[in-house]
């Protein structure tokens, strides 16, 4: 889409001001867009000729005998109709009228043919202009979800946990479908019924100006109508936006964690709690309900009230013969297709209305901050070989009243490898996503070899780290897919395939790889189903060591596998954080001028994690307490002898006091 939408400059003062945001983008279709419109006036002009053609078929019919005309006849008196109500149009040649067939009943014969080619032109063009609408509408939409979950990818961490994904998703998805139908109502089905509708009204006003005039009044009543009940809607449909991303979040909570659910016989609880966020949802809908059942209604008596009015005129007016009966069924014809054609407007309104709930809540994601550290200029950050440093760092959470890290400062020198213990909520997840700026630093800094992360470029900073969580998070797709993530592979397919087969088998993953069918080129259900999690651990492990990272981050990498997987992967952890930096070509490896070695920073719960760290850093309610040795740590510090007595688990040699 190109453009940040100012959430707080769209108020509710212009009517669907929201709407009209989303609905200029179709602009980006402006041919295929202005061929629509043309289609659906030609159809229109199509109806319109057709209601012109039957006065002189009534005229044959119920007319004077005497009075019949043939073609010549009913052209030349169009002709005299023109230049009386609109001169600016050509007039029939002469010598085409001499050359029409004579006789009424031919006459009739042919403007019956005319019509029905003129049916079938309308037709054809009409479907022609729901085609081509209906085109620009699912590439618009299509464009605005494409950009709404650009944007949402490109938030801030906090940002996206504060909103709640659900939330985000249900915008994405369920927002961009609702402004589907508002489009669909503007551009295909408006358009098409206002030109019906007009050109039956100048159809009217061609044969009676005044009584075509009169039955105009109703159009200000109609409007106040409409707008009233739209900002009904609009209001109800953006609660129930909201309610369904309630609905969203809590299906998807609960099916995520059904293992849970089961095993504590929770099912009617959580199907109680569904069901009440449903009825709020239900109650919000049943407002947009009694505001859209009102509309037609009224509409409808305010337009029978008029018709009805000027029939009374009109029948004085034949009585006292100042008017044409047959001119009269012709005019009050023509508003009745005009009222047929626009009736449905005030429909097509509140689904404009509604479409400007979803627009809003578009409109407010598009206003979010992208995170910061992707601007043009920026320097790109050198490959780390020093030191990373926290200086009086701090974070915190939206809605929290504590910070969550609350002034660390430490240094850990390059090639280190340091674990962070503490009690759960000390800061120790939080302290290390400010590295890669998953999350921001309130105040305070990080500074890789002296440099604040904040000043260089983020892609060039996330390039060089690489992080293993507790939750393997693995995408559909092939084994090959989820282990070459991210990375930069070479471009000849064969290398390619020889770095991902290594990172594997270095990753001790090789083995279980080849034993599936299919081996790298296996498919994986969704999250990984079908792997054990020593095995989805492997994956992502191998996953880094192809990423090769400057400074790897572990956090809780081994705390829910089996002991066996556990050793595998302290293995090639602590093969990998020793070797030297190696970077791939698209013909072979070159070994890199860079330091051996990389820095491995690791929130621990294994107690052999521990013991083969370089340092320990116990953390307490986002503060550093202490740091040093396992054996150091033991003798002085008594938070660390709690956490090693109670929550540190594993056996491993030298870990009794």
Not at 62 to 84: C, F, T, V, Y
Request: one cysteine or more; charged letters at 20%; aromatic letters at 6%.
């Amino acid at each position: 889409m190109g453009q940040t939408v100012d959430a707080g400059r769209l108020g509710r003062s212009n009517p669907l001001k929201h709407f009209w945001t989303y609905a200029r983008l179709m602009l980006r279709y402006r041919l295929t867009l202005a061929t629509a419109m043309g289609c659906a006036f030609v159809s229109a002009g199509g109806l319109g000729a057709g209601i012109l053609g039957i006065k002189p078929i009534l005229d044959q019919a119920l007319g004077d005998p005497n009075d019949r005309r043939g073609l010549p006849e009913l052209a030349s008196d169009l002709n005299a109709a023109i230049s009386r109500n609109a001169p600016f149009l050509g007039q029939i040649p002469r010598t085409w009228i001499e050359r029409l067939p004579e006789g009424p009943f031919t006459a009739v014969v042919w403007i019956l043919i005319g019509l029905g080619v003129l049916t079938v032109v309308g037709a054809t063009f009409n479907f022609l202009h729901a085609y081509l609408s209906l085109t620009v509408i699912a590439r618009t939409i299509a464009n605005i979800r494409s950009a709404a979950f650009d944007r949402v990818i490109h938030l801030p961490l906090g940002t996206v946990l504060r909103v709640g994904p659900s939330d985000l998703i249900s915008r994405i998805v369920y927002d961009s479908a609702a402004l589907s139908v508002g489009l669909n109502a503007l551009v295909s089905r408006a358009l098409a019924q206002a030109s019906k509708g007009l050109v039956a009204v100048l159809v009217a006003f061609w044969y009676d100006w005044r009584i075509a005039a009169g039955a105009l009044l109703a159009g200000p009543v109609v409007y106040t109508i409409i707008r009233k009940l739209g900002k009904r809607i609009n209001r109800a449909s953006r609660s129930a936006l909201e309610g369904q991303a309630s609905l969203y979040h809590t299906a998807n909570e609960v099916l995520s964690g059904l293992r849970v659910v089961k095993v504590h016989t929770a099912e009617d609880r959580e199907s109680a709690r569904f069901d009440g966020v449903s009825r709020r949802v239900v109650e919000q809908e049943f407002k947009v309900r009694t505001a859209r059942a009102l509309s037609s209604p009224l509409v409808e008596t305010v337009t029978l009230i008029v018709l009805g009015a000027l029939s009374l005129v009109a029948v004085k007016a034949i009585i006292s013969g100042d008017l044409n009966a047959t001119t009269f069924f012709i005019v009050l014809g023509s508003l009745g297709v005009a009222g047929a054609s626009l009736k449905p407007l005030s429909g097509l309104a509140n689904d404009m209305s509604q479409a400007d709930a979803a627009a809003g809540r578009l409109s407010e994601l598009m206003a979010f901050e992208v995170e910061h550290g992707r601007e043009p200029g920026l320097a790109a950050m050198a490959r780390h070989g020093r030191t990373v440093e926290f200086d009086n760092a701090c974070a915190a959470y939206t809605g929290s009243a504590k910070p969550a890290v609350d002034g660390v400062s430490l240094t850990v020198r390059f090639g280190e490898t340091v674990a962070f213990v503490g009690p759960n909520g000390s800061g120790k997840t939080t302290l290390l996503s400010l590295i890669p700026r998953l999350l921001e630093c309130s105040s305070g800094r990080v500074l890789i070899d002296g440099k604040d992360v904040r000043t260089v470029n983020v892609r060039s900073l996330r390039s060089q780290i690489a992080v293993v969580t507790q939750e393997t998070v693995l995408f559909t797709g092939t084994i090959r897919d989820n282990i070459a993530y991210g990375a930069s592979l070479p471009d000849d397919s064969a290398a390619a395939d020889r770095v991902i087969r290594d990172a594997a088998r270095r990753a001790r993953a090789e083995d279980f790889i080849l034993a599936k069918p299919g081996g790298f080129d296996h498919a994986l259900g969704e999250g990984g189903t079908g792997l054990s999690g020593g095995q989805r651990q492997r994956l992502a492990i191998a996953r880094a060591i192809l990423r090769d990272p400057a400074i790897l981050i572990l956090d809780e990498a081994t705390s829910m596998i089996d002991a066996e997987s556990e050793a595998r992967i302290a293995e090639a952890i602590a093969e990998f954080v020793a070797e030297s930096h190696v970077r791939t070509t698209d013909n072979a490896p070159r070994q890199d001028t860079a330091p051996a070695g990389r820095t491995c920073l690791i929130v621990a719960h294994r107690l052999s994690t521990v013991l083969a760290a370089d340092r320990i850093v116990v953390m307490d309610q986002g503060r550093i307490v202490d740091q040093g040795k396992h054996a150091e740590l033991l003798k002085r510090c008594v938070l660390y002898q709690t956490l090693a007595r109670e929550q540190l688990t594993g056996d491993a040699p030298g870990a009794a006091d």
